[in-house]
C-alpha cells in the first residue's frame, strides 16, 4: 500500500516543483553565467547569519535563487528581492554586471554605514529602488538621478549609529527621475537642502511623497505654485519646519488624500486655503505650534477619516461643525487649550473609534445620552480636563472600549461599576478622578482581565486579602485598600500599591508558589501596616528591578538572599526596625543606583564594597547605628549625588577623596542621568531627603539633588579642602560633629551651594571672607563653634538672621548685635591659608624669632652696654674654666692610676 | 523588549483594522508628542492631588480612641478646607508663570517642575514649615527677562533676591502685596522705568537695593515712611527729583544716591518734590 501511494504521489510532486520553475523561468536555459558569477561575488561580499542565500551555489541555476527572478525569455536578472535577508556586510560591485535588473530591494539588511555605491546610477533598467532600512551612510550619490526608468525611490535609515548618517546636499539630482511616482526617505539629513521643494516639485508624476525625519528646515512657505499635481500622499512627520502652513498645498487640490506634517514646529493658523484639500481623508498636524481657534471650515473636509491637531496651542472651543465629518473614525485633540463644552454635533460621529480630548481645559458634564450613537468607540480619553462623567452605575453603553483614559476627570464618588461591562478592555487608568467608594468582588474578577489598571490618588477602599490580581501593571496607590496583601499572577510586572492600610507580613504574598515564573519589575509597597520579617524567597524574583518597602514595620535583618536581585536598581528599605548588618551579598547588586536603607537599627561598619557598587547614584544610611571609620573606598563612587551617613556613630576624619564624586564636581546634570534607574516615567524614583533642615520629597527632580551629610555623627579632624572641590553641591550638612580647623578657604567657589550647615562643631579662625560668593545660598549655619572676627559682608550673609551665627562668642558683626572693634579688625588683617595650618606655622616661626632676639639681646644687650656686668660675667667665665681644669686632671689621675693595676693584675 | 514598549499597550494596540495603511502613516496618531517617535507613556497630569485619605484615617483612629464624635464634626470641614487650600498651590503656579517670562541660559531653573505638589523642592525657593514661600534666592545667575505681577501672589516672601541678573522691564507694582517682605535686591540688572510707589506698603521691608539698573523718575517720597528701613541704595540709575531727608532717609550714605541726576536733598516746603523731574 505504502510503495504504491510513493508511486503515485513521486510524480505528482515532479510535476508540481516543475511547473512553479516554468512559472519563473519557463525556459529550461539556465541564466547567464556572467550574472551568476556576478551574484556569487555579491553574496561573498555578505555574512548571511539567517542563511537566507543557502540556495545560491555555483551548482545551481541562478533563477531558481531565493530572491532572484530571470526574464522569462531571454533569463536576464531582473528582479533581486533580499528585503529583510538579514545580510550584513558591504554592497560589492558586481552587481553593476546585471544590466537588465529592474528591481532591487535591500531593505532592511544591514550594510554598516556604507555609502550607496555612485554606480548604482548606471543601472538604467532600474524601475524600482529599495534601500530604506539598510544602514546606509554618507553621502546620497547624486549619479542615482540617471535612473530615468525609476519609478519608486526609498531611502532611510535602520541603525543611525553609524556616522555619517545618510545625507545629501541637495535633491537637485531628483529633479532627472521624470518617471518617479514614490519617494520615500527616512532620517536622511537634508538640512543642507533649502529648496527641497524646488527640486521635487518638477516631477509632474510624483504620487508619493514622504520625507521622514528628515533635518528639513523649510516648506518655501513663499512658494506660489507646485509642479507635483497629481500627490497623493504627503508625509513630511519630523522636520524643523518653523513658519506657517505653506498656500502651495492648496495646489495639490485635485490630487491629495493624505497630509501628515507631525511633529514639526508649525506656526500660525490652519489656513482657510486647506479647505482646497476636498478629497483629503487624513489630516495629521499634531505636534506643533499651530494657534488660534480649531476653525470651523475644517468641517468642510467631509472625506475626513483621521483627524490629529493634539499637542498644539490650539485655544477656544472644540468648532461644532466637526460634528459635520460623518466620515470620522479618529479624532484628536489632545494637549490644546481648548476651552468651553463639547458641541453636541460631537456626539453624532457614529463612525468615530478613537475620541481623544484629553489635556485640555474642556468643562462639561457627559452623560449616559452622549454615546448612543458611539456604538463603535474603542479608545476614549478625557483625562486632565474638567469634564465630569456622569452616568449611572447599571449603565450598559453601547460601545466596548479597548482603552480608557480617565485620569483626572471626575467620575466619582461612587464606584463606576458599569466598566464591567466591557469585556474588551485592555487599559483602564481612572487614577484621580474622585472616587470614594469600595470596590465590589466583582470589579476584581472582571479586572483579571485587563493589561493595565490605574485606580491611584482616589478613596477607593474594599479588603483585598482573597483577590487575585493579573495585570501586568497595576497601580492602587494613594487609596484606602485594606487587608492582607492580595494574591498575585506571574503576569505582574509592575505592582504600586504605595500610600494604603495594608497590614500583615509579605512572605506569603511573595513567597507564593506561581504558575510560572513572576515576571515583577517594580514592587512599591511603602506607606503601609506590613510587617514580619523581610522574605528569603528573593532567589524567585529575579526580575526585580525596582523595591520599595519603605515606612512599614519589618523587622528581623536584611536576608542575604536579596543578594541575589542582580538587575535590582533601587532598593528603599527606609524607616522600618530592620536590624543586623548590611549583608555582603549586596555587592553583587552592581546595578544598584539607589540604596536607602535610613532610618533602621543596623550595625557595624559601612562596608568597605560599598566602593564596587559603581552604579550607585543615591546611598542613604540616615539614623541608624553604623559606627567606625568612613571608608575611603566610598570615593570610589564616582555617580554618587546624594551621600547621606548622618546620624549614626560614624568616628575617624571626613575621606579627603570626596573630590572623587565627579558628579557632585561638575555643575552640569547630564540628561540621562536618571535614564537608566528610573523605571518609567510613571513611576519615578522619590526620596525624602533632609536638605534643608527639614523633611522635604524629591520627586522628578531628585536626578538635580547634589546632597552630601554627614551631621550627627562624632567625625573628627579637619573639613578637607579637598571638599571644596565638589562644584556641583548643593547642599552640605556637616554638624553636629568634632570637627576642628578653619573652613577651607575657598569654599566660595562651591557656587551651587543652597545650604551649608556647619554648626555644633569646634571650627575656628575667620569665617573666610570667599563665603560671600555663594550669592545661591539661601540657608547658613555656622552657630556654636569658635569662630572669630567680623563676619564678611554680602548681600546673602546679612539675610540670614543671628541664628546662623550664635554661639560664637568672637564673632561680630551684622546681623550679630555685637559690633566689630579694632581689635577684631587687626585679627582680621592678616591673610589666612588655607585650612589654617600654614598660618599657624607662620605664627610658631614668628614667635620663635622673637624669643630669640628677645632672648639674645637680653643678656648680650645687657653686658655690651654694662661695664661691671661685663667684668663679673666674664670672670665667673674663667672662674668655671679653672674649676674644670683642676677637677679634670685629678680624674685623669685616679683613671691612670686604677688602669696600671688592673693591667698588672 | 522591554514591557513599557510593548506595542501590546501602545495605544495602536486596539485598533483592529487600518484603513488607510500606507508608509509610515500610521492611523493611531494620538500618541504623538513633539520631539518624540517612540511609544509614549502616557502623559503626567499637571497636578498632583494632595493625599487626604490617610491622614484622615488616622484621625478617626485617635478620635475613636476618645470616643468623642462631637470633635471629630468639629475638625473635619477644618481639616478638609486646609486641605484643599494647601492643594492649590497658587504659589508655584506664580513661580512658573515667573519661569515662562524668563531665559535662563545656565539651567538655573531646571529644577522647577510644575507638576510638583508645591515649590518647596525647586531649588533656590526657601519655604517656611508651612510650605509658604519665604525666599526667592536667583542673584548672579545669568537670568533675564521680565518680572509680571503674578509675583505679587507671593504673599509670604520675605527675601526676593534677584541681583546680578539681567532682569529688565519695569518692576511691577504688585510688588507692593509682598506684605513681609525684609529684603529686595534687584541691583545690577537692566530695570527700568520708576519705582513703583506701592513698595511703600512694605513696612517690614530693611534692604531695599536698587542700584545699578536705567530706573528712572524720582524716589518716591512715601519710602521715607518704611521705619525698618536699614539699607538703601539707588545710585547708578536715571533718577531725578529730590531726596527724602526725613525717617530712614536722615541716615543714609551719600554714596547710595550717586550717578543719579538728582537735585539735591529735599528743602522741605521750599522747593516742589519732584523738582527737576
Known sequence: MAISKVIIVFPLLCFLSSTISILCD???????????????????????????????????DCCGWNGVCCHNITGRVVDLDL????????????????????????????????????????????????????????????????????LHLRLGDADSSYKPQLYAKNLRWISHLSSLELLFMYEVDLHREIQWVESISMLSSLSKLLLEDCELDNMSPSLEYVNFTSLTVLSLYGNHF????????????????????RDNSLKGHIPITIIELRYLNVLYLSGNQLTRQIPEYLGQLKHLEGLSLGYNSFDGPIPSSLGNLLSLISLSLYGNRLNGTLPSSLWLLSNLQTLEIGNNSLADTISEVHFDKLSKLKYLDMSSTSLTFKVNSNWVPPFQLGQMRMSSCQMGPNFPTWLQTQTSLLYLDISKSGIMDIAPT????????????????????????????????????????????PALSPNVTVLNMANNSFSGPISHFLCQKLNGRSKLEALDLSNNDLCGELPLCWKSLQSLTHVNLGNNNFSGKIPDSIGSLFSLKALHLKNNGLSGSIPSSLRDCTSLGLLDLSGNKLLGNVPNWIGKLAALKVLCLRSNKFIAEIPSQICQLSSLIVLDVSDNGLSGIIPRCLNNFSLMAAIETPDDLFTHLEYSSFELEGLVLMTVGRELEYKGILKYVRMVDLS???????????????????????????????????????????????????????????????????????????????????????SFDAFSYIGNAQLCGAPLTKNCTEDDESQGMDTIDENGEGSEMRWFYISNGLGFIVGFWGVCGALLLKENWRYAYFQFLYDIRDRVYVAAAIRLNWFHDNWRRLLVT | MSFWGSSVLDRAGVQTEDPISEYSLIWTVHSSGPGSHTVHNPPLPLRVHCRICPPLQGLFLSLQMESSTSVLCFLLPILLSLTSTLSTNSEGNALHALRSRLSDPTNVLQSWDPTLVNPCTWFHVTCDSNNRVIRLDLGNSNISGSLGPELGQLQHLQYLELYRNNFEGKIPKELGNLKNLISMDFYDNKFEGKIPKSIAKLKSLRFLRLNNNKLTGSIPRELATLSNLKVFDVSNNNLCGTIPVDGPFANFPMESFQNNRFSGPELQGLVPYDFGC
Request: glycine content about 6%.
Open chain 1, 712 to 798: 550627627s555623627n562624632n567625625l573628627s579632624g579637619s573639613i578637607p579642602t579637598e571638599l571644596s572641590q565638589l562644584f556641583g553641591l548643593r547642599f552640605l550638612n556637616v554638624s553636629k560633629n568634632h570637627l576642628m580647623g578653619r573652613i577651607p578657604e575657598k569654599i566660595g567657589r562651591m557656587t551651587s551651594l543652597l545650604s551649608l550647615d556647619l554648626s555644633t562643631n569646634h571650627l575656628s579662625g575667620e569665617i573666610p571672607q570667599s563665603l560671600a560668593d555663594l550669592t545661591f545660598l539661601n540657608r547658613l549655619n555656622l552657630s556654636y563653634n569658635r569662630f572669630w572676627g567680623r563676619i564678611p559682608l554680602s548681600t546673602q550673609l546679612q
Open chain 1, 242 to 261: 518653523n513658519h506657517e502652513i505653506p498656500n502651495w498645498l492648496s495646489n495639490l487640490t485635485a490630487s491629495l488624500l493624505q497630509l501628515d506634517l
Open chain 1, 26 to 60: 519557463p525556459h529550461p536555459l539556465v541564466c547567464n553565467e556572467t550574472e551568476k558569477h556576478a551574484l556569487l561575488s555579491f553574496k561573498h561580499a555578505f555574512s548571511d547569519p539567517k542563511h537566507s542565500l543557502s540556495s545560491w551555489f555555483a551548482q545551481e
Open chain 1, 442 to 485: 466583582s470589579f476584581w474578577k472582571w479586572a483579571s482581565h485587563l493589561q493595565w489598571i490605574d485606580l491611584s490618588d482616589n478613596q477607593i477602599s474594599g479588603d483585598l486579602s482573597g483577590v487575585w490580581l493579573n495585570n501586568i501593571l497595576i497601580r492602587l496607590n494613594s487609596n484606602c485598600f485594606t487587608g492582607l496583601l
Open chain 1, 83 to 150: 528585503s529583510n535577508f538579514g545580510l550584513v556586510g558591504k554592497f560589492s560591485p558586481a552587481l553593476f554586471q546585471l544590466e537588465f535588473l529592474n528591481y532591487l530591494d535591500l531593505s532592511w539588511n544591514d550594510f554598516g554605514g556604507t555609502p550607496i555605491p555612485s554606480f548604482l546610477g548606471s543601472m538604467q533598467s532600474l524601475t524600482y529602488l529599495d534601500l530604506s532600512f539598510a544602514s546606509f551612510g554618507g553621502l546620497i550619490p547624486p549619479q542615482l538621478g540617471n535612473l530615468s526608468n525609476l
